[in-house]
């Protein structure tokens, strides 16, 4: 039986290593009592990177949730799996990680330019985007401009929580169709760009817009009469 882990990324995305106890062992993952591990959710991946512990280690391959909500830290095929109990020291691919923090970003930043519902979205290290509910074309020169421009005026980024009535009471901050916030645990997570953007999210994000770096508009793509692709691109 597993225990929810404590979610150290989200009080503190920049952490990159911790230790914590194993909890159970299951199916090729283990769960563990602590973790800066971000599992799938939100088109973010699950973080990969490496589990060591006494007289033995594995590289984790891939990151999500199992049963009960708790996080299964899945390694590569044939390795070895610490025990119940043990101390395993936790260490994240901290370039990929940041790239996806600095991708969830950006896409927010282009979410608070082009002001409609949001219908889908994924994030890689690579090339990341955002469905939006909309008819409109996408003019990809002024839309870069201002993106380039948001992130160059270095507005403080972080998060809070609030209750979910509070949320309920305030149903304008949801923009994503298809997908809700996480409830149940009777408080919502809401990320704050300062001055531009407030929406519930649980990934993990840069501390501020500058970070985000060289961004650009991709390919703007026509999934339906009311559905419009944007692409971005990390240059770097």
């Excluded at 230790?19 to 799938?40: C, H, K, M, Q, W």
């Excluded at 594995?58 to 830290?73: C, E, K, L, Q, S």
């Excluded at 839309?143 to 421009?149: I, W």
């Excluded at 953007?197 to 961004?215: F, K, R, Y």
Aim: glycine letters at 10%; charged letters at 25%.
């Amino acid at each position: 039986m597993t225990t929810t882990a404590q979610e150290l990324f989200r009080e503190d995305a920049y952490l990159r290593e911790c230790e914590a106890t194993v909890s159970n062992v299951a199916d090729g993952a283990f769960y563990v009592d602590r973790t800066i591990f971000y599992p799938l959710g939100g088109g973010q991946p699950g973080d990969t990177g490496e589990a060591s512990w006494d007289g033995g280690s594995a590289m984790i391959v891939d990151t999500r949730y199992g049963d009960g909500r708790d996080i299964a830290h899945i390694v590569e095929q044939g390795a070895s799996l610490p025990e119940v109990g043990s101390i395993v020291s936790l260490t994240i691919d901290w370039d990929r990680r940041y790239r996806h923090m600095r991708m969830h970003t950006a896409m927010h930043l282009l979410g608070s330019i082009l002001r409609y519902d949001v219908t889908g979205g994924n994030i890689s290290t690579e090339k990341s985007r955002l469905d939006f509910n909309m008819e409109d074309t996408v003019d990809k020169e002024a839309v870069g401009k201002a993106l380039e421009e948001l992130v160059a005026a270095n507005h403080a980024v972080s998060c809070r929580w609030i209750s979910e009535a509070e949320l309920d009471a305030n149903p304008e901050l949801v923009r994503t169709m298809s997908v809700q916030p996480p409830r149940g645990k009777g408080s919502i997570r809401l990320l704050e760009i300062d001055g531009v953007d407030l929406q519930p999210c649980g990934g993990t994000h840069v501390s501020s817009s500058s970070e985000v770096g060289a961004v650009r508009i991709g390919k703007v793509e026509k999934k339906g009469r009311q559905n419009r692709r944007v692409n971005i691109h990390l240059d770097d």
